[in-house]
């Protein structure tokens, strides 16, 4: 080979090295722009201080899903990319309530999270880079609600949806945390929305069963129809419906992240004790946050009660529960 074409093909080697390195930097600058100092939601919510994904966005390391208002939101502090591998140094923030709405902060156990995803050999464009991003984060705040635990989907519709439902959960997300999960909330109207009112009006065949008399297995027949009807309907305490009592109640344990940084307050739940004493399809009905709902659910879930009350048949009620976490 002369010595002409070795220089050539050197040059022309080096000329796509240096292309290709344009590139790469070029990609990690707009990277740098679009999510540097920004704050972002995890998908699935995973913990720890290590993630690893494809380029796929598959997660290719041992993760486990946490509580998405402890565990879900990172902030990216540095972006860098080390061969084809796109780094995210990350801290974690925390979501919590207050009295108007849902927001993030920082907590007082200070969390690393370093993400990493591997790249194909030749570098994505940016509009593949911001899809694949999109498998890993939460870029739609319309996807939150299928995202998050059965109890938490009324409150964050609700908190998702500029049309608030009379008797729902009294969940907001303030416009930071909006802005995190790119929302726009709905104009959706209130019907759309998880129903969590009861269903207090008897149907017209029970009103209209007659107070007694006529033979004595027709009256038989109309009080086991009467009872079986009572049991499978949904009440509210009062009139003429006693409440349920507690008869097991232990107490949720701690996060640590709220014991760490003193955070206390009342979780208020929505749930149905049914004719057996058994709490069922509870929903967080007032969000605390920092992870103490979750403990609030799981604790309620093994309560027992003396079921509520009605012409001595017991019947299903729907309650709200306030569970209380405080320091002393």
Known sequence: MLPTQVVRICLG?????????????????SLKEAYEGKVFMIRAF??????????TGKLINYAVPGFWTLDGLAH????????NALRLKCKRLVIAGSKADLDYTNSA?????EIEVAFPPNLPDQEEVKNLLSRIFVLD???LPDLVPSYWKACVAAATSAVQKKGGPGCHFSSRLSEVIGLKPTSSDASSLPDMTSQETPSAAIAALPAGGGDSASAASLRDSRAQS????LFRVGRGVSPPKAIYAPDPPYAEAARKSKFQGVCVLDLVVDSSGQPKNIQVQRPLGFGLDEQAVAAVATW????AMKDAQPVPVRIAVEVSFHLY
Do not use: R, W
């Open 13 to 29: 080697a080096c000329l796509i090295l240096a292309a290709l390195l344009c590139v790469a930097v070029e990609l990690e600058s």
């Open 46 to 55: 995973y913990s720890g201080n290590k993630l690893q994904y494809d380029s």
């Open 76 to 83: 990216v502090e540095t972006v860098s990319f080390k061969g």
């Open 109 to 113: 156990k200070e969390s690393k999270l």
């Open 141 to 143: 705040g319309a996807e």
């Open 230 to 233: 009572t049991t499978d309907q």
């Open 304 to 307: 027992k009660f003396e079921p």
